[in-house]
């Protein structure tokens, strides 16, 4: 028999690990209830919704991803790990998650990038202050399908002033048509839409650090650049740690919306990310079995990503 | 080490109405210890701020040695400053929070490392090179910031209220260490307080500030001992000096019924504002007629709150002394102060003699 306190394998790791993480935090709060029911009967609403919207679609999924379902919903019959196989296999497939890998990370590296940038520039801002930060945030309020058909008309074929813009630098851009045109517009309307987000989290990290340990970084070092690389960026290493995880979840997830407005009825080799297969594959292709697959595989991915960042790079960026 | 001379510095913050400084003049001897002191508001850190380059000076020129400093980057005035929340780099380990400063102007290796540790032996802070300030106590985090100020080895520590966040009995011994701190390296200081009590304790002169202007410079025991005004009075010294109506007639000092006289004719006459600190007031048999009101007992003496003629009076006495509903006070000799009543500017003093007092019929 095995010792229960020590299971093999990579269950132990994983459980090692979650202990670790978990201790601290145990310690530092824990409330005693003197009936050992009345902190579940607390959660049961936060558990249903949980239950009802994540547990139960994900239990389905997994499930499904097992059977090959007959098209018109007579039965499905079990193919173990066939859906797995044929995903994973297939030439498109690894295609479309090399771009999908390619999109995150352009995607996320922009709208960190650019939300830390405009962050910056709005926190040394005093006059007009709350003017320049309401128009920056203001994009965040345009829901997504919105945000890709402005991005359309940014790039329309006939009024598009972004495709006039480009004309006048030789660039022809046929968004919709030329496959890395339409990544190009749908990289940037991504970028636009998570940008005010970011620059939220930003700024509201820059003007967490006090005042006077800026002033002390100014006596103490001369160099703005150098200052802030030092000084100012590793305090923001929380919020920008918090904000990778949220972008790479938003590019791979939230950004559905503004490819479906860009791809939808148009010639077949644009570029989609996996969640869009997900959707192509099972909504209009009637795969429910390979759809829900890859939604594992996609599921499984971002555990892991996320399980990583938390492993190696939370217990870096907190100072408390 | 370097003088610093400000001369007409005023400040005015963008959008407000009347300036937060004005007009202050100040020269500060290398190696002198200067504290600012006054009441919440006055233009202490703006002032301490100006000469750290954190805030433009307005009006008026600041001199760090002979140099010009105005138009001079903060971190190119080779001064430290001291700030009251610490200010320490969080992220960054004791060492590092050091050697910050030092490694951003090419100081070579060797020479930070014998620094920090020189600064770590003087400030006890050895066994905490290595971790970070959140894992310190708040005095531990305030010698690290002395530390930081320290081995820069800058012409001038600027102190903005360092002690403010500490307990009062921290507050006490922080309070000697920066003395003797500054001392041993002569550096020329620069520290800001609302803290009568540190301020005297501090300084070698104290510069007492209300409403942005300078109301007196000197030595802490000369502004005791000889306030310029009712504003010094009352914010030196605790308690605070009692301040009573009086009026002046010829040879004596009359406070409601009662006379005080002053032993020679008196170059002031009219309405005057006197002056009497609590421990300058004896008991005697007759005099200025004392009502009890309630009783503060320090422990080391004994603070008695009361009436005089209609005017509130404190008076300190030794905690033996028997207590009764009502006394009969007189002033020690040469204690009396008396300001002029509209401008509260101080008036000739009268000759020292005994104020014994006799109340009119
Ligand atoms: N950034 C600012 N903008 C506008 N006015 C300011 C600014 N900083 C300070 N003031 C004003 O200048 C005056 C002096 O402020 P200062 O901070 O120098 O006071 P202080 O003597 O240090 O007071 P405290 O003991 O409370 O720290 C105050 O009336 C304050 O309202
Ligand atoms: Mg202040």
């Not at chain 2, 210890?33 to 380059?53: D, H, N, Q």
């Not at chain 2, 001038?156 to 360092?162: G, I």
């Amino acid at each position: 028999m095995t010792d229960v306190t020590q299971p093999p394998g990579a269950a132990a790791t994983l459980r090692r690990w979650w202990q670790r993480t978990s201790r601290p935090a145990e310690a530092a709060k824990r409330v005693q209830f003197d009936r050992p029911l009345l902190p579940w009967l607390f959660l049961m609403p936060q558990l249903a919704v949980i239950f009802v919207f994540f547990y139960w679609p994900s239990v389905q999924a997994i499930t499904s991803s097992f059977y090959l379902e007959d098209p018109f919903g007579f039965g499905a019959s079990f193919v173990g790990l066939d859906n797995y196989r044929d995903a994973l296999g297939s030439a498109e497939y690894r295609r479309i998650a090399g771009f999908t890998a390619l999109f995150t990370a352009l995607v996320t590296a922009l709208s960190l990038g650019l939300g830390l940038l405009f962050a910056v520039k709005a926190d040394k801002v005093i006059r007009g202050r709350s003017t320049y930060r309401t128009a920056l945030i203001s994009v965040y309020a345009v829901a997504p399908p919105v945000a890709g058909l402005m991005g359309m008309m940014l790039f329309d074929q006939h009024i598009g002033p972004f495709v006039t813009l480009a004309a006048k630098f030789g660039w022809t851009m046929q968004v919709g048509i030329n496959y890395w045109d339409t990544a190009f517009a749908m990289i940037l309307v991504s970028v636009w839409k998570q940008v005010p987000y970011n620059f939220i989290f930003f700024l509201s990290g820059l003007q967490g650090i006090p005042a006077s340990v800026r002033e002390a970084a100014v006596i103490d070092c001369k160099n703005g650049f150098t200052r802030f690389r030092t000084a100012i960026l590793p305090l923001l290493a929380p919020t920008a740690f918090f904000l990778l995880i949220i972008n790479i979840t938003y590019a791979l997830f939230d950004t559905f919306a503004v490819i479906d407005v860009m791809v939808k009825d148009k010639p077949a080799n644009n570029p989609i990310t996996l969640v869009y297969k997900v959707y192509n594959d099972g909504f209009r292709g009637n795969d429910i079995g390979g759809s829900a697959a890859q939604s594992v595989i996609l599921m499984v991915v971002v555990l892991v990503l996320t399980l990583v960042q938390f492993r190696w790079l939370e217990r870096r960026v907190h100072y408390g | 080490m370097a003088s610093i001379d400000i001369s007409n510095v005023s400040k005015t913050y963008p959008g407000a109405s009347a300036p937060s400084v004005s007009d202050i003049n100040l020269s500060i001897r290398d190696g002198e210890f200067i504290v600012l002191v006054g009441p919440s508001g006055c233009g202490k850190s703006t002032l301490l701020r100006m000469v750290a380059g954190l805030e433009d000076i307005t009006g008026g020129e600041v001199h760090i040695g002979d140099r010009l400093v105005n138009r001079v980057d903060p971190a190119d005035r080779d001064i430290a400053m001291v700030f009251q929340n610490y200010a320490l780099y969080p992220h960054m380990t004791v060492r590092e929070n050091m050697a910050y400063g030092l490694k951003n102007r090419r100081t070579p290796a060797t020479e930070i490392e014998s620094r920090v540790a020189e600064a770590a032996r003087m400030l006890e802070l050895g066994p905490y090179l290595d971790r970070k300030p959140r894992a310190l106590s708040g005095g531990q985090r305030q010698r690290v910031a002395m530390g930081r100020a320290v081995v820069r080895q800058p012409a001038a520590f600027l102190f903005d209220e360092p002690l403010s966040n500490l307990d009062a009995k921290l507050r006490v011994s922080m309070r000697g260490e920066i003395r003797r701190l500054q001392k041993r390296l002569g550096t020329t200081s620069l520290y800001v307080t609302h803290d009568q009590l540190e301020a005297m304790t501090l300084a070698d002169r104290l510069v007492v500030l209300n409403a942005g202007r300078i109301e007196q410079v000197g030595a802490p025991l000369d502004i005791y001992h000889n306030p310029a005004s009712t504003f010094v009075a009352s914010f030196i010294g605790s308690p605070a000096m009692n301040l009573i109506d009086a009026e002046i007639r010829g040879s004596s000092l009359h406070i409601g019924a009662t006379e005080v006289p002053l032993g020679s004719m008196q170059a002031a006459q009219g309405p005057v504002t006197a002056g009497i600190r609590a421990e300058d007031l004896q008991v005697t048999g007759h005099g200025l007629p004392f009502r009890v009101d309630f009783v503060e007992e320090l422990g080391a003496q004994r603070l008695v709150h009361g009436h005089v003629e209609g005017q509130p009076l404190t008076l300190a006495l030794t905690p033996d002394a028997a207590l009764h509903d009502a006394f009969h006070l007189s002033i020690r000799p040469g204690a009396l102060h008396l300001f002029d009543t509209r401008s509260g500017r101080r008036l000739p003093q009268p000759e020292s003699g005994v104020f014994a007092s006799r109340v009119l019929a």
